[in-house]
Nanobody, 122 residues
């Protein structure tokens, strides 16, 4: 089986920074797109940023210029550097990845982490 484990959440003041990490483990053949989503109370889960295996990135408009997604393919890990944090960034942040687990089936499965809380407050 595959597991995604996030870390790095916490409480930070407005204008501060946090770095989230998400490590994939288990029976992994290859990892395609990795992404971060977030869900605030009473709201839907939305994509924040995504990165392909080759390193191409996409960001939600609300975080462009403040957040940076990156990955280390050798470590099966994706990161989210969050700078200039705002109270509206408060949410549970989830890691998501498309992972191929076999050599004979090229179709990847989609996996989620358990989430990590980020709270931006003074």
């Amino acid at each position: 089986q595959v597991q995604l484990v996030e870390s790095g959440g916490g409480l930070v003041q407005p204008g501060g920074s946090l770095r989230l990490s998400c490590a994939a483990s288990g029976s992994i053949f290859s990892i395609y797109t990795m992404a971060w989503y977030r869900q605030a109370p009473g709201k839907q889960r939305d994509v924040v940023a995504a990165v392909t295996y080759e390193g191409s990135t996409n960001y939600a408009d609300s975080v462009k210029g403040r957040f940076t997604i990156s990955r280390d393919n050798a470590k099966n890990t994706v990161y989210l550097q969050m700078n200039s944090l705002k109270p509206e960034d408060t949410a549970v942040y989830y890691c998501n990845a498309d992972i191929r687990i076999t050599t004979w089936d090229p179709r990847p499965g989609n996996y989620w982490g358990q989430g990590t809380q980020v709270t931006v407050s003074s």
